[in-house]
């Protein structure tokens, strides 16, 4: 799924760019990204699009949405003090009482979902704090790769950060494929079936699909990159991790059940949390 999600979203950005270019008229003063930021927005790519999303879907399918995406209220205070470190930003006390208001927004969920389950699966959680962690550090690295060069559309680090991802996907599809071997050397079977998996799926389904890609990975992160590039680091996490709620929401409708207390209190907080960030 990650593979099909990535390969959508580099041809999108396939078509995209050149329009972008031609729009703007750039097309003969275009200067690519230095060596240094085509690295970085590579490595970007396998850590964070790559690898860190597999941990993700892994803890979706473990330990669900909601309670996967709560962790990300660690993410504003990692990237906070990443920012303060190496790139100088500031850490008021503003922006403090707002990740507050939004950090209690997981900790109300979490709350819940302890109330419903009583346990928390460890394999689901290491597999979310693995992707957290890994998404964190490809926000890091995408800084960085726009600090060496300011001039580098967000489309163009988002188009080489797929690349990354699906170079990441090749490895970990190969050293799956000889560790199987290793076990069975007549197992002849695809490691990754991108279009035999794909065209396997119902009309609907391959719609859902679709338009997860065009919402998710390939629009979201555009102008979530847009916002790396200039924004402040923590701020924007700090209303990224706003996810369990929408989720929660979601679930919600989905399912047909009526919003809890929790979600009322956890919506609260994030109205407030948001205010004092905008203000």
């Given at each position: ?25 750039t ?13 970085m ?71 819940e ?9 460890l ?37 080489v950060r ?28 695809p ?26 990975t390939?629009?979201s ?15 924007i ?10 989720a ?26 948001f ?5």
């Amino acid at each position: 799924m990650n593979t099909v999600k990535a390969g959508v979203a580099l041809i999108l950005l396939c078509v995209t760019l050149p329009i972008l270019f031609w729009i703007n008229g750039t097309f003969e003063t275009w200067r690519p990204p230095t060596d240094f930021s085509s690295s970085m927005f590579l490595l970007s790519g396998a850590l964070g699009l790559g690898i860190g999303d597999l941990f993700l879907l892994g803890a979706f399918i473990r330990i669900g949405v909601s309670r996967t995406l709560m962790l990300y209220g660690f993410q504003p205070l990692i990237l906070g003090a990443a920012g303060f470190l190496f790139f100088d930003q500031t850490f008021d006390s503003q922006r403090w009482v707002a990740i507050a208001f939004l950090i209690g927004c997981l900790v109300i969920f979490s709350l819940e979902r302890y109330r419903e389950t009583k346990s928390w699966e460890l394999p689901g959680l290491a597999m979310a704090i693995i992707g957290v962690t890994m998404d964190s550090s490809g926000v890091l690295i995408t800084r960085l790769a726009f600090e060496d060069s300011p001039s580098t559309h967000p489309l163009e680090g988002h188009f080489v950060r797929c690349i990354g991802a699906l170079l990441a996907y090749m490895v970990v599809a190969l050293a799956i494929k000889v560790r199987r071997r290793q076990k069975n050397p007549h197992d002849t079977r695809p490691v990754i079936g991108i279009f035999s998996h794909f065209l396997s799926f119902d009309a609907k389904s391959k719609a859902l699909i679709l338009l997860g890609c065009f919402g998710g990975t390939y629009l979201s992160l555009c102008l979530y990159l847009t916002a790396i590039q200039i924004g402040h680091l923590a701020s924007i996490s700090a209303i990224a991790i706003t996810g369990p709620m929408f989720a929660a929401l979601l679930e919600s409708v989905i399912h047909k059940r009526r919003p809890t207390v929790y979600l009322a209190i956890a919506f609260l907080l994030f109205l407030g949390g948001f205010a004092v960030l905008m203000a």
